[in-house]
């Protein structure tokens, strides 16, 4: 028996709009502020509809999109490709990937939430869609506007220095900084991003003040912390990957016990004695009202991919592992990490401008 699409009482998609601005380099930094909706109607529209429950058939009936709301060739595109193609392959048609760039990452994410919830419309997207509304200081909540379907992967954050810097290990940089409170700049993809909340948890718990510097997206990040310009930086494996195996930068610590095989060796910052865990995950996301059988459907297929060897190698690639999860747990995931980046927002006063 095939598997069923839901059919919403919205019968149209959301046309598309221009994009509000764009997200330069390998980062996901977040947009500027944007109100609710304002971030609603960088999708085409002016207000949230309620979620239409309505009747189901067979699915798919024509190509699903995946829509990745950053511009081509970072780690949300590099997840997204395979596991289309691994989707088209289970279920017979095109799984196609739409890179939906504008306004960090907002643009994206509100076309889906207002798209059809029938299946035909994916978001895949990392772990900085949990800090959009707290960042933005808008009401948007990733749990209580989309369906959460899949979590794909996750990936331990790795604190860099450049190896002539005597900020060689947590402990050495905590030294530092109590010497001589905000002398430390910490570089960032953006304000909001991923990269940026994992340093603001870090002074959190480490009692640190390590100053920002943001940045337009990683390379130029880590551009300036090869130069001498910044003195440290929390990133991905894959970020800065080509500057480790150059000897341009060292890994001083990772922000998560988990890593694949072959990583650089390095301690964990919890190693230092900071209750301290942190790290990036990707996943896969529908509109709000998607059917639950459906919803099961595309997780059972999503965890399936993640079982092949190949796709677990690829993975390992990009510095991170595969993550399954049945449907009600990877909610209960998507609920905890907003209700953590609102607590990191307020804490350490993160806005988007």
């Not at 511009?71 to 595109?77: R, V, W």
């Not at 596991?83 to 076309?111: C, I, M, T, W, Y």
């Not at 900085?128 to 808008?138: D, E, F, T, W, Y």
């Not at 890593?259 to 390095?266: I, L």
């Amino acid at each position: 028996m095939r598997p069923a699409r839901h059919r919403s009482c919205r019968d149209t998609e959301v046309a598309r709009q221009p994009v509000l601005g764009q997200h330069r380099g390998g980062g996901n930094p977040m947009p500027q502020r944007l109100g609710r909706r304002a971030l609603l109607a960088a999708a085409g529209t002016t207000g949230l509809a309620a979620p239409c429950i309505a009747q189901t058939e067979g699915w798919p009936a024509r190509p699903v999109r995946i829509v990745v709301p950053f511009t081509p060739g970072g780690s949300n595109d590099a997840i997204a490709r395979p596991l289309a193609e691994r989707l088209q392959a289970r279920f017979g048609q095109p799984f196609v990937v739409e890179n939906r760039p504008g306004a960090g990452s907002a643009v994206g994410v509100a076309a889906v939430a207002q798209s059809a919830p029938d299946g035909h419309t994916l978001l895949l997207t990392t772990s900085s869609i949990a800090a959009i509304g707290p960042v933005q200081g808008s009401g948007f909540n990733p749990a209580a506007e989309l369906d959460a379907v899949a979590l794909l992967a996750k990936a331990p954050l790795i604190v860099v220095t450049p190896p002539g810097s005597p900020l060689d290990s947590i402990p050495a940089l905590v030294a530092a900084d109590r010497a001589s409170p905000r002398s430390l700049h910490f570089a960032s993809s953006g304000p909001g991003s991923t990269t940026h909340i994992a340093a603001e948890l870090f002074n959190m718990r480490a009692g640190t003040t390590l100053q920002h510097v943001p940045y337009r997206g990683t390379a130029g990040a880590l551009t300036d912390l090869v130069a001498g310009r910044v003195d440290l930086m929390f990133t991905t494996i894959a970020s800065a990957a080509g500057q480790i195996r150059g000897g341009l930068l060292r890994v001083i610590a990772y922000t998560g016990e988990d890593r694949p095989a072959g990583s650089p060796p390095a301690p964990t910052v919890r190693a230092a004695g900071i209750p301290y865990e942190s790290g990036i995950w990707w996943g896969l996301f529908a509109p709000r009202g998607l059917a639950p059988e459906l919803r099961r459907t595309l997780n059972a297929a999503a965890n399936a991919a993640l079982e092949e060897p190949g796709f677990a190698r690829y993975l390992a690639g990009e510095g991170a592992l595969p993550a399954p999860l049945p449907p009600a747990a990877v909610t209960a995931f998507l609920e905890s990490e907003v209700r953590e980046m609102r607590e990191v927002v307020a804490a350490a006063h993160i806005r988007a401008d």
